[in-house]
């Protein structure tokens, strides 16, 4: 056995619904403005192709938490997604062959630091700080197998604030596979965060924010 300097840091794991199993996460990919009216609201076109940004695995919060309000923010928004949770390797993966690397789905919501990123954005900047930093990707249960075109819901203190049907997505899960796995080569263990509806907006200290989406556990985080 290789000595180590010091103790590596534990395998982050998520609950998988009905089963005493968790599910190991490598890596967090997310996908940006894969929802029109959410595309439009940004002040983007609606057409672009696929793009994608990271979260380090070690950002997942459990459903149910309780997080701090982050630094170096004054407009920390939610965001309620679709998470794809894959369950075998792939590259250059197409479309039509997509689909079964889907092990499980579940309820995420991509927290952002709005202000940041939107600097980042004007000085033509990486958005890591803005996307990827401590606790900012909250994960309900995974539910393996397939999902049928389903409801999102995101709501905070009891308040709608985003609401769509999965197959509003601009580009389906088959195709955001698909797309990704021409640049990386996907395993199991990594998770695809969807993108958002329109809605996004605020969270301050003291809110309950819940991402829910029809078969799935939500995704629930209170900023304490």
Known sequence: ?????????????????????????????????????????MG????EPPFFFTKPADAVVESGSRIPYPPATNNFHHEG???LAIGKAGVMV??????????????????TRRDLQAEAKAARRPWDMAKGFDKSAVVG??????????????????????EARLSDMIWSPAAIIAALSQMVSLS???????????????LNR??????????????????A
């Open 94 to 111: 197409s479309e039509a062959d997509a689909p079964a690397m889907i092990w499980g789905h579940a309820a995420g919501n991509d927290l």
């Open 141 to 162: 249960a995974i539910r393996p197998g397939q999902l049928p075109d389903a409801a999102l819901r995101c709501t905070v203190n009891g308040a709608l604030r985003q």
């Open 188 to 202: 199991a263990g990594d998770l695809i965060f969807t993108g958002t509806p329109a809605g996004v907006g605020p």
């Open 1 to 41: 056995m290789v000595a180590l300097v010091f103790p590596a840091l534990p395998t982050v794991t998520l609950p998988v619904t009905g089963r005493n199993e968790r599910f190991p996460v490598r890596r967090i990919f997310c996908v940006g403005r894969n929802y029109a009216e959410h595309a439009r609201e």
């Open 81 to 83: 997604e679709l998470v």
């Open 44 to 47: 983007n076109d609606d057409k």
């Open 206 to 223: 003291g809110d309950t924010c819940k991402v829910e989406i029809d078969g799935l556990q939500s995704a629930t985080v209170t900023i």
